[in-house]
């Protein structure tokens, strides 16, 4: 098999950097550069909301340098993604527009949910050390400069993930702001984490038991990684009693003595001191015992995930199964009926699955299908008269790892228009919707689906036994069992059969069958 090098590329809130990889055969890959370079994009960012000229020179020439690196590997693919400061410029078009033509590199600005989901993606990779922590409780803090996500495990399936913006640098600019002296910052820090924390703990922490914090930065881990070396620790594990100390030595030894022995540059200790604050408050909040720094970074998760679209290995991780535990767990917090969810759920994929001659759609549209199936009726929780609206902006509104903000969108507009009368793009596009017009045609599909699968169980009670989906030309036959009476299902099953015919050129039909 031919080598190939790849380059993922950072362009983070504190620093850019590049991991340039090989691959060959179905090994993980192998690092063969690794370049860091501080350019505090954050500050400003966060701050005033852009970057000035200045740091904007100063971006353009490191990335210059990096695109000169890649010509000298013979890089043949790269990735370039920015994150939360670049997210939160008011001119991100205009940053990304000056980046390419200046440097040559197309860098695309990741959703929160998909920066989160690369990181998790590059520690699920770790294999049986990842899979032996999360068998019991566990939860993954992936500290940011913008902001922080915790992500809660059960049963080792991700089942939940909430954003909070406490992230390093946002929580440093506000320190300096306010003018703290270095005796106040662990104090204040507390009292900010504290607040934001009580209220995660109330809406989802609840009684559940964690043991370990997976954790992902770019400052403690450092710390960590070699404290488990120090021990003789192969699989990176710290416990709450080496922790403590550690923060210990942050808060009392000289800035010279904690320079050197942690081998970083003084405003490098500064963050590195505020992720420990984050981090000490989440584990008091959980009783966590130890931490584990798997040391990985979002270039990894960016390799990784080109590893396996371009098949150069396989994981053994069902991230699917992650994102669909998610959307049951959402749909438990508000109140949805399991059983009706799980109905919907298998009508809609056996429709879907007796229909790809004509849909002409793939797995990722059918996991669309079944987070839709499984939210349907989240908004019942708000209003039972405004269902499609109040359901559409609880999914907006709540993270899902795994999911772009477009596909989150594709998913809520599914659910939208289940109970609402479906809109055409122009009227989309005039409502400000992010929804590309190849999007908007699948959410029309799906919704198509979802609708008529609905109607088969508009009684709520389950009255079918079976459903069974055969294309014929023109008509989709779906033959039900049950000896229950179909009126109501036949009735609303007309009534939503025009849209699908006008979707898909297919009349659907329903046939009863009564068992023996």
Not at 194 to 223: E, F, G, M, N, P
Not at 273 to 284: D, Q
Request: with cysteine; proline share 1%.
């Amino acid at each position: 098999m031919a080598v190939k090098t790849f380059a993922a590329i950072d362009v983070g809130s504190f620093e850019l950097s590049m991991k340039i990889f090989e691959f060959s055969g179905k090994s993980q890959g192998r690092v063969i550069e690794h370049i860091r370079q501080r350019v505090d994009l954050g500050s400003e960012s966060y701050g005033s909301g852009k970057i000035s000229h200045d740091k904007m020179d100063e971006l353009c020439r490191v990335l210059s340098e990096f695109a000169q690196i890649m010509e000298s590997y013979k890089v043949t693919s790269y990735r370039a993604y920015g994150t939360s400061a670049i997210r939160e410029t008011k001119n991100t078009d205009i940053v990304l527009d000056q980046i390419r033509q200046r440097t040559g590199i197309k860098v695309e600005v990741l959703s929160n949910s998909e920066q989160r989901f690369l990181d998790y993606k590059a520690i699920a990779f770790r294999g049986e050390i990842f899979q032996s922590v999360i068998e019991e409780g566990t939860a993954i803090v992936d500290i940011g400069g913008g902001s922080i996500q915790i992500s809660l495990f059960d049963n080792d399936t991700l089942v939940s993930t909430q954003n909070l913006r406490i992230g390093v640098l946002r929580l440093q600019e506000l320190l300096h702001h306010m003018n703290t002296r270095s005796s106040q910052r662990e104090v204040i820090i507390d009292e900010i984490v504290s607040a934001q924390l009580a209220t995660y703990k109330k809406l989802y922490l609840k009684d559940r038991d964690i043991r370990t914090i997976i954790v992902v930065d770019d400052y403690l881990s450092v710390w960590v990684s070699r404290k488990a070396a120090s021990a003789g620790r192969k699989n990176e594990l710290v416990n709450l009693g080496d922790y403590e100390q550690f923060v210990q030595q942050l808060r009392t030894r000289p800035m010279a003595e904690i320079m050197r022995m942690l081998d970083l540059p003084e405003e490098a200790v500064n963050l590195t001191f505020i992720s420990a604050c984050i981090m000490k408050r989440i584990m008091k909040l959980t009783g966590a015992q130890q931490i584990w720094a798997p040391g990985v970074t979002l270039s990894d998760g960016m390799a990784y995930e080109y590893a396996q679209q371009n098949k150069l290995l396989q994981s053994e991780h069902d991230f699917n199964r992650d994102i669909l535990a998610c959307a049951m767990n959402i749909s438990k917090r508000y109140q949805g009926s399991r059983k009706r969810a799980e109905t919907l759920e298998n009508i809609t994929l056996t429709i879907f699955d007796s229909m790809k001659k004509v849909h002409g759609m793939g797995k990722r549209e059918r996991l669309y299908l079944q987070l839709s199936a499984l939210l349907h009726d989240c908004g019942k929780y708000i209003s039972m008269v405004n269902i499609g609206e109040t359901s559409y902006q609880i999914i907006m509104a709540t993270e899902m790892i795994g999911l772009s903000h477009m596909e989150r969108e594709t998913v809520a507009s599914v659910v939208r228009f289940n109970h609402t009368p479906f809109i055409y793009y122009d009227q989309m596009k005039a409502l400000g919707t992010a929804l590309t017009e190849s999007a908007y045609l699948t959410v029309a599909k799906l919704t198509a689906i979802l609708r008529i699968a609905n109607a088969l169980d508009r009684s709520h009670k389950q009255k079918l036994k079976g459903v069974k989906a055969t294309l014929k030309e023109d008509q989709l036959v779906l033959m039900v069992e049950t000896p229950e009476d179909i009126t109501l299902e036949r009735g609303i099953f007309e009534e939503r059969a025009d849209f699908f015919q006008e979707v898909f050129s297919v009349q659907p039909v329903i046939k009863q069958k009564k068992p023996m």
